[in-house]
């Protein structure tokens, strides 16, 4: 069929084989030439299918239908989704045969294949196949034996084939005997009727093997094998061995296999007895099954809930009881099913479906990302409820165990151990996960933590450091790549052992900060406040074990704190009780209502931190034995303070009322001294006594009746008290109130004030009650006269204000809320009007101040020449000038709101004016403009701003001056600082406005390109972008296709943009003349309406000029092309006709001419083919935008005129056949010859040229671009030849020759040319770098360069990298990124002249680091080769600076640090405040030490690090024995030095006392000498002799303490005083009067004794 008939040019086996796949897909013909292009553009099956065909040991190649194509493979197996459809096998004859064109339909077998091709083979081998061996008459030829061993083999086959389909389907198949050996066999076959029991016996075998495997399968099998299954897999197994087991049944019961076995039991075989064993354990194998899957039925729902994903982990628990429930009862009514190793099975996979859920519940990466997400407690709770969950499982089997034990049976008798061993290690992997969270949310609450006490911050910071580390820590084990809850995952041990134990160090260093934060507080509430932060942490065994040790502390902080209670309110008792100004109690109280409230407030404090240890002893293992003593001495002291309580109250109870009742005897009023104002004389101790019984009544205390009766009229005496204090509110207020002006004008009305108020001040008393009504009325009269007169002063001054602001209500511009926008002048005019009118009312205004100020001046009588009043005048035009300032003001501020775009918006205020945009020129103006010149006249905004303005201060002029008979306050308001600030902001608005409309001008300022730009320039740049021919990616006989186009002569034009990008600019300028129409005008910015439409419509015209300059050429265009393509073609058919060369053989022109014409339409079939389209893409992108052409016509009907011409072509070419076939043969001889030539080219070519580094080494660049440039024109030269022939060879139809070798030598050489360029630049740039020296190197600039180039050498084509030239300038890079960086590090400030020294040691190499030296000198060393070594040294410098740097401050601070001296003792100065020295000690020693532990870096300083170390340590330990002895000497000088009676009962250690004093105060005197502490401690012998003293204090005080001790014991009331006291007593037995002053602490109830004669 030759619609049929493949490509020309395709592989004949490769279309051979092709035709046959079409016939057996029943492809049609008509879709032949489809399906061979499909096959031929798959380049991957193209390849396959060549592949089986050439390589011998390819046996088979898969044919694969898609569509109506196919797809080759002959390497992998289809995939079974490739086998739904039927395919086609191409297979191989025979191994060792090639296939060719000749024996391809021998050597090739076409099958057909399907998915179920197993079956198909069972059954065309047990059906056809087998009969065609079996048949007597195909078995003509053939020995006994060959038919015999034949057969055989192919009824193993048979028996395989059988049992493979079989288990493909997951049944048990028993494979049939041949048919011959059965023993009603009848039948030829190639077993003999002697081999008939050895047959059948190998049958049984067989079958036996079949049976006993499936016999042997166990549900347990997946367990042992590691494997987790879920019950499911359970109930599979079994419905999965009872369909095998009632397989093999069915097989057993057939006649054949019973025959089998009657015939092997007649003839006695030994295998008829064991296989009627194994039927017996397959029926019971069987029962068991059927047993197993019908209980295990009752299972499924049940199940089902427990392993749907769906369901809420949370109630899984519901489920267990049932599915526990279920297998009680298969247990107990199961025959089979009730035995402990099937039992344990199913429990173990229950087991995995709970740990399953879980893991979907929660799981490892979601117990990270919850922690990340600061999710922690939610993580927790889900991990609580997983072990919850687990826990439950574990319980309810537990439960149903026992029901299982009560109910008479055995019971389920299993290990718990071994039956739950996962589910107890996924249990334990649970709590270590909420160990996990629960440390995660313990430490977490250490964010917040702040610390106080003097260490506060670096304890802080502790804890920040610390809680850091633990986030590291968290960090590291969630870094951890597998599932934490994964109970396989063994790794998890290792890890969270190593998390623990990070966690454990934590732990013991948060202990320790604890405990140092513990010993820094020293206030019970900051050390509880301690506990209470610390409060989640407590729960951890170390910090737990801290907690302890420091309760003790606590509780004997707490003891201390009760002590310093008592002693505070014992030493404040008296002060309290006498109310002094330093006694503890709120000013705002009475005395004994404070005090009460200073005792409840001291029971508060001792009762507070009582409940805290009550909770936190709760936590200890134990309580303490000084827990009860706290509470004893706590419960002994808030006694104390209840009686005291009681006692203030009876105590004022007797004494304070009736002191009050005799205060009513005091005068109403009395004059402050001072100032000379009046007060009411209402004594305060009334008011405490009223004030008491109200806070008594507060306090729930009961109150006396007196006291009760008095505070009964306390309205009574609020009347008269605020009556007259009003009254002496006014009087005040006249002196006070009255400003310094006004006060001389009212001087004899006060002086008849003071005469009226005599009476209060000299007779009238509180217990005059029945005078004090008739006092007040009469003064009221006389001060409230007075106080008119101020009043009518302050009104009328209140009048001249309230006219001014009157001024202030409306601006002077100003526009009705919705006003339209108005044309400037149209505004300007209305603005006048309203100018007129406020000048109007403020000329009114200012005739009514002028009024007020004459009231005023009647009122007071004055002369109005008077200097008082003139005075008075300036000031009242003081506030004239400020009500001016303020009326201007508020116009000024409404015109900033009119300006204002913020309050525009808000408010939704239309425009002021209307302003036009018009394009003057190749300007965008407006119209009216800003600004205009001051001399043109014309109007512009902001000159009518300006005139607004001048309107706003010409109001001043309405009003005369108040102080002057002319003139005006014009001067004074221009120069206020409120109104320059305001012109100033209108200014700014005015601008931000022009600033908006010059941004909008801007928007058509963006298109100026349109009236400004040259449309042909801007096009013929278009042109020139991303041009392209018309035909892309089309390649034929190794030529283009505008070198196809140029050979035959048809002008394809120029090339250009693609024809989307014409499409996007026609469209760019459609749309923009769309834009520019629908662009809104008018526009409102700010105080403006823009009107734009003049200047739109002009832009909207340009646009539709740029349109139509793409649109005109886009146009030509087409026309052209379409017009050359129509010639050329009408030329070739002219060309083609007669006369033909045939007829005029000798005619060589002819021939020529006539296969030019058969060449070019060869050549160009395809590409004029190519150019229909987009020639159609032209006509189409033309009739898009709606533009008729011309040539339409001609080229609808090129397509069929083209295919008459290619068809002459193929038939002139078919008649001068013998005459091409002459001249190919004299042309190929010359390009034979060529060739030759072109090869020994191409051997000196790469023989000669510079590809490897001798020149770039010897830096002979010249040399190397004189040898490419000569080899360059000489590769011209031949591809000139190479060019000639090609195109004798594709007139000719000869085959092209490629002349690859010349190609190659053309692209080597230019890849060579830019590979030498490169090195240049590299070497020029390395060079140039030589001569910086070493002050002026800047390493990162360098470094930069240095990455570029080697990034520019890493992106050199692939060809190039295998050059020797490649590999060295690789090199060349590779070492100076490698110098550079150690360069930069060399270049640090650190080094030193050591370093430098270990440098040339480790280079081996010396130099002269002076001013000359430079980079060169550094590349000399060879850097790069010591890399590690020199990044030691220069890491080694820097650790260095850093020490020296350290050991520097450390030896300036000390070396200047000062020890002050108190010397208020001139005998013995004694040390002054050490908190800085101690505090800097601490920070510098921890220093030291640090640096003492830096090894081989403190080797260049280590004389002066030991030094100072020692130093330190000296210092350190001097002051701690030194403030030691100074607390103890001052403590105990006074006692052994003035104190006559202990010296006389110690005499010995008052003596010894005496030694330590003296030797004490000559250290002292000689250690103060010294104003630096490093000299004062570490002077020789201080430290022993400061220790000599202390162990000599040390010695006196224990006998002074055991002295006091003996007192104690003899009267022990003494324990109830403090040692000092009790030596003071001691001290004065001689005079009573001293001792009196301590009985109070002695004996209760007792505060002294009276000692006078009665």
Partial sequence: DEAAAPPKGMDTRVAWVLMRAMTLMGVRAEKADKFYSAFTADQASSAALTRFLDDTESPVCYLIPTGDAVVANSTDVPTPAQMRKKLIVVHRVNPETAITKDNVKDSCILLEMTKNIMDLLNMYCQSIYLSTLTNPSNQTGWSDLVAKDLMDKYHVFLASLHVTVGLMKGHTWLPHPPRDALPTSGGIGATGGGNKHHVLEGAVITWTKQIRHVLKQDPEILLKEGHNPEPSAELKFWRSKAANLNSIHSQLGMDALKKVLKFLETNKSTYTAPFSKLQKEVEEAREEANDNVRFLGTLTKAIDKLTNESAEFETLESTFEPVFHSILLIWRYSKFYNTPTRLAVLIREICNTVIAQALRYVNGPDIFTMISSEETSECYAKLDATLKVCSTLKDVYLVFREVAANQGSEGWKMQNDALFVRLDAFRERCRDALDFARTVIQYTKLERVEIGGTRGKVLSDSIVEILEEFKVGVEEFKSVTYDIMDVGEHQFEHDFFKFRMTVKDLDRRMASLLGSAFDDLDTVNMRIKLFDIFEGLLERPIIQAELEKKHKTLLSTVEQDLTAVETVFVENRQMVDSFSDESPIYHNMPPCAGSIYWARSARHRINEPMAKLQFYNLALRETPEEFREVKKQHATLDALLANYEQHRYSE???????????????RLLRRQEKSGLLKVNFDPALVRLLREVRFFLIFDIEVPDAALNMFERVGTYRGWTNQLNHIVSMYNAVLTELLPVEEPLLEDRIAKMDQALSPGLTELKWKNEDEIPNFIEGTMKVVSDVSGVVDIMKNNLRSVSGTLSQWCKEPIVARQRGAKPMALDEFDLKHKERVGMRMMTQSEGGKEIHKFVKDSSEALKVSKVASN????????????????????????????????????????????????????????????????????????????????????????????????????????????????????????????TELKCMEYRQTFMEQSYLWTESIDKTFEKFLSEDAEDLVQGFEEEGMSFRAIMQRIKVDIGRPIPSLDAFDRKILNFKALKQDLSNMKTPVDIHWLRIHAQPVKLALVSFARQWEEKYVEYIKEYTEARINGLVTFIDQQFIGLGPPSPVDEPENEKLLYSTMTNIRDVKLATNAVKRMFLPIRELCQLLKKHHISHEGLSELEHSPTKWDEVIRMAFDVKEQILPLQSEEVLKIRNKIDVFAEELQGFTHEFREQCPFDSKNALTGDFDASYDTMNEYYNKTLAIRKRANEFNDLELLFDMQMSSYRELKECQEELIYLKNLWDGVAMVKETFNSWDTILWDKIDTDALVTTAKDIQQQIKVMPKQVRAWALYRWLQEEAKNMATVLPLVNDLHGETMQDRHWTQLMTVTGKTFDKGPNFCFKDLLDLKLHEYAEDVSEIVDQSSKEAKIEKKLNQIRATWSKMPVTWDVANPDCPLLGDLGEVLEKLDADSLDMMGMTSQGRFIEFCKPVVDEWSGKLRGVDAALSVWTKVQAN???????????????????????????????????????????????????????????????????????????????KKAFPRFYFVANQALLDILSNGAKPLKVAEYLGDIFDGVKTLNFSKS
């Fill in 652 to 666: 004022w109870e007797s004494s304070s009322v009736e002191v009050a009742i005799e205060k009513l005897k005091m």
């Fill in 1529 to 1607: 000497w001052c403590r105990l000088e006074p006692i052994f030095m003035q104190s006559a009676d202990i010296r006389q009962q110690l005499p010995d250690d008052a003596k010894r006392f005496e030694q330590m004093d003296a030797a004490w105060k000559d250290l002292m005197l000689d250690a103060s000498n010294s104003s630096l502490i490093v000299e004062a401690c570490c002077a020789e012998g201080r430290e022993a002799a400061l220790k000599n003293i202390d162990e000599g204090i040390n010695t006196c005080e224990k006998a002074l303490n055991e002295y006091l001790e003996q007192k």
């Fill in 869 to 992: 009043w003139k005075a008075y005048v300036d000031f009242v035009s003081n506030i004239v000038i400020e009500g001016f300032v303020s009326s201007i003001a508020v116009s000024l501020q409404t015109l900033c709101e009119i300006l204002d775009p913020l309050i525009i918006a808000k408010h939704e205020m239309l425009p002021l004016f209307d302003v036009k945009v018009e394009l003057d020129g190749r300007e965008i103006k407006f119209d009216p403009p800003f600004s205009a010149p001051s001399n043109s006249g014309s109007p512009s905004l902001r000159g009518a701003i300006d005139g607004w303005l001048k309107d706003f201060f010409a109001t001043v002029t309405c009003m005369q001056r108040l102080d002057t008979p002319t003139g005006d306050y014009l001067n004074e308001i221009r120069e206020h600082f409120q109104m320059q600030c305001l012109l100033a902001l209108v200014s700014e608005l005015i601008d931000n």
